[in-house]
């Protein structure tokens, strides 16, 4: 269960949510850090509020097709054009 949204955001309570969520979920992230988080965690109401949401963005982002390979296959190999069309 998520806690009571806070009356005011602050910007610096979402950019270390932000960078909490990424830092945990690398393959790198130590005892420490888990260690650190915590103690980040417990310094604020606010934090745990704003690393949920951060947690509902990175599970959202999990949805997202991946259309990295498209991309690169459009930008290497451009649509052959059409008899009759303007070239831009």
Not at 71 to 78: N, R, S, V, W
């Amino acid at each position: 269960m998520k806690p009571p949204p806070p009356a005011q955001p602050s910007d610096t309570a979402i950019t270390e949510a932000a960078t909490w969520c990424l830092r945990l979920h690398d393959d790198e992230c130590t005892a420490q850090d888990h260690a650190a988080f915590e103690h980040w965690l417990q310094a604020d109401p606010l934090h745990a509020f704003e690393y949920a949401k951060m947690l509902e963005i990175w599970a959202l982002s999990d949805q997202l097709p991946n259309h990295l390979a498209s991309a690169k296959k459009l930008l290497t190999h451009p649509a052959p054009r059409k008899e009759g069309t303007l070239d831009s």
